[in-house]
Each structure stands twice: as C-alpha cells, then as structure tokens.
C-alpha cells in the first residue's frame, strides 16, 4: 500500500487494558526543587495502598507513598511566613498583644530556608499522627513542645484551649455564632452559607472590622495556612474571636493540625518554621538544595485594600434625582481625603522599615 508524498504511516498506540490506569510519577533524581513562585498546580492522587511498600531511596523517604508525592509537592507553592510591618495606628492594637500573649515570633525578621528540606518534610508527613517526621535518616520531632521550642513560646494550657472548646460547641450545635459576629464583624454584616445552612461556612473579609482584619491576615500564614483574601472560613472567624477577646490560644496545637493536612491539598506552609525543625534535628545540607531568604521584601502584612477603613454610608435620598452634568470634576469628600493621607503615611513607614531592614544586613 503507497503512501502520501511527506507522509508516514503513524505508529499504533500501545493499548490499555480496559478496567486499568496509567498513573505517570517522576522519580526525585536530587534534593533540587522549585524555587518559591508561582506555580500551576496539578491534582495527581496517589494509591494509600502505596505505604505499605518500601520506597526505592530509603534514605530520604519513610515508604513508595512518600516517595511518589514527593514530585507532587514539589510542584506546589509556598505560604510563607510574612514579615511583620505594623503602621502606627495598627500597631496601637496589636503590639499590645503580641507582648501580653509573648508572640515574639510574629516579629521576626527574613532568613535562610531549605526549602529542599520544606518539601521532603511534608513527603514524608503521610499520616496526620506522627510524632516525628522522617527527614535524611534522622526523625524531626513534631510534638506540639518541639513546635513551641522552635516558635519561642511560653507553655501552653493544659487541657483545650477556646478554640476547641468553641469547636466541641459547634459539634453540638450549642454555639453562639451571632456573638462571633459582634465581636470580629461590622454593624449588619451576615455569615456565608453553603450547602448546609444550620452553620456558617465563612466571611466575606469587607465585613470585618479593622483589628479582625489585620489579625486574619497575619494568621493566615502563621497559624490556619490560608491564600484567600477575599474571605475567612469559619474556623479562622472563631480563632479571631478568640484574640479579640483575650481567650488563651495554644497555637503550636494548632500549627501542628495545619501540618498534618497539606498532603491533602494546598499550599506548603510554615516554610520558615520547617527549617528550624528539622536543622535542630540535625539534618545536614547538600549541594544540589534549593535555598531562600523568606519573607521577601514584597511579603509583608498587613497589605491591601482588607486593612482600609470601611468606607461611611450616607443616607439614600427617598425619591430618585436626575444627574445634574458639571463642567468641573468635584472635590474629594473629607472621609476620602482622610484615608488617601492615611494610605500615604502606611506607605512611608513600611518604606522606612524596609530600607532600615536591609541596613541591617
């Protein structure tokens, strides 16, 4: 049979056995992985059966599981820890906490994270119970008083703290979401509701008062790893309330539970907190690591429109009236004026820390 002038005959595709799935992993070949930038994702799921076989390098993973989601993680990006920039009139609410709660961790200043041992890490976290991760044949404990340790924490209470108390409340329906409201959110603002209307699922971030805002931004990536800006769930509503009123937090508890999930879904958070844990595990470095100095300059909270003051409501005329066309453009209003000198004088002061910080160096 002739062919085509320019043409082949195509190769036959190798076939599949029906009822069967080919499922492509790249085999980690170094410690080399991607820097901390944007990233598409993609979702691969791994067999949990998996776990029970060994892995091919049993020097850097627990089991073929870990070994698997290793090129998965590496793929995904980072929630780093923020760098802390307080403007003036923020800083006169959340100062005093940070002194009163001895959450000096909050304000520490950018260094270098392997960020080669952040995705090992979380590859090897297969199971949301471990006491000690595997890292480079050592256990990198973490129990909550290695998570405190690293962090610098005070002891935490004993028993549940607000939070879970607040949680066992909601398992039983016995929890008062209306005084959450009052509390985090603005005069007449109301939760968001999914499928399931008998309890919140989150709130929109316009609704919240100023210090609610600014404290879910910072435990977005310190405590409850979250990107969303838009909104806060539900959890991370009941956690600020928890601050505003001065409830007792244990947050390594907390931090911990956020780690144990990641495998799941979602970003690798706590990057900075990863590599503290597993260097005083004494892990060593090696040539092929990928290595960065986090926070960048560029990451800092509070930022945004979400730390703005809300905008005054004025009162609706009753009766519709007709747009009056003007020859000369109108003069901001005082509330306007007032949060553009506001924004400024934000601006200048992180500026000034910044260039201070990189004195610094």
């Not at 730390?307 to 009753?318: G, K």
Request: proline fraction near 8%; aromatic fraction near 8%.
């Amino acid at each position: 049979m002739a062919t085509k002038k320019g043409k082949e005959k195509a190769t036959p595709k190798s076939t599949a056995r029906r009822g069967t799935k080919r499922v492509l992993v790249a085999e980690p070949s170094s410690t080399a992985v991607k820097p901390s930038t944007k990233r598409i994702k993609r979702i691969i799921k791994v067999d949990e059966k998996e776990k029970a076989f060994p892995a091919k390098d049993t020097a850097r993973f627990t089991n073929r599981y870990c070994e698997q989601m290793f090129p998965i993680l590496a793929e995904r990006n980072y929630n780093n820890e923020y760098l802390l920039l307080l403007p003036t009139r923020i800083a006169e609410f959340v100062e005093p906490q940070i002194e009163r709660r001895q959450w000096d961790f909050l304000q520490r200043q950018p260094r270098q994270v392997n960020l080669s041992w952040v995705v090992e890490f979380y590859s090897n976290f297969h199971l949301p119970t471990l006491q000690s991760v595997y890292v480079r044949q050592k256990q990198v404990p973490i129990i909550e008083e290695a998570i405190q340790r690293a962090l610098d924490l005070p002891p935490a209470p004993e028993g549940l703290d607000a939070f879970q108390e607040a949680s066992l409340k909601r398992q039983t329906y016995q929890f008062d979401w209306d005084a959450v409201l009052r509390v985090i959110a603005l005069p007449g603002s109301r939760w968001i509701y999914g499928y399931y209307r008998s309890r919140p699922k989150r709130i929109s971030a316009s609704t919240l008062t100023l210090a609610a805002r600014v404290w879910a931004q910072i435990m977005s990536h310190y405590v409850f790893s979250s990107t969303h800006e838009s909104s806060f769930t539900a959890d991370m509503a009941v956690l600020l309330w928890c601050i505003l009123i001065d409830q007792p937090l244990n947050l390594p508890r907390h931090i911990r539970n956020a780690m144990g999930h990641v495998q799941i879904a979602g970003n690798l958070p706590f990057p900075a907190l990863v590599s503290d844990l597993v260097s005083a595990a004494g892990v060593s470095y090696r040539a092929g690591d990928t290595k960065a100095v986090l926070p960048r300059d560029d990451q800092y909270v509070p930022n945004g429109k979400y730390i703005r003051p809300p905008a005054a409501t004025t009162s609706q005329p009753t009766e519709p009236v007709e747009d009056i066309p003007s020859s000369t453009p109108q003069a901001p209003t005082t509330n306007q004026l007032l949060h553009q000198i506001l924004e400024r004088l934000d601006q200048q002061e992180r500026k000034a820390k910044l260039r201070e910080r990189r004195n610094k160096r």
